[in-house]
């Protein structure tokens, strides 16, 4: 089961995201939920269309069952199977 301490070993797509810090300034506040994601990059589903983001330029805000996590995009700059410790 996902929690707030063990998400960055856990699939992330389909959870809901927003940038809380950015190297980039206009990205801040940018929130969705993941659809897809690569080794670098999240593909997020916005209110204005899908975006992609890159994970290590920004940390990371997700809510799960009302509580907040905070992750630096370093820490998941991974593919998702990288990040469980499973074997593709």
């Not at 707030?4 to 190297?23: A, D, F, K, P, Y």
């Amino acid at each position: 089961m996902i929690t707030i301490e063990n998400i960055t070993r856990h699939e992330l797509i389909g959870l809901e995201t927003s940038i809380v810090q950015s190297s980039n300034l206009q990205v801040i506040g940018l929130s969705g939920k993941i659809i897809d994601e690569t080794k670098s990059m999240f593909s997020i589903q916005t209110s204005t269309g899908v975006k992609l983001m890159p994970k290590s330029n920004s940390t990371w805000q997700f809510t799960i069952n009302g509580a907040t996590a905070i992750v630096d995009g370093k820490t998941i700059a991974k593919r998702s199977y990288e990040r469980m410790g499973v074997k593709a």
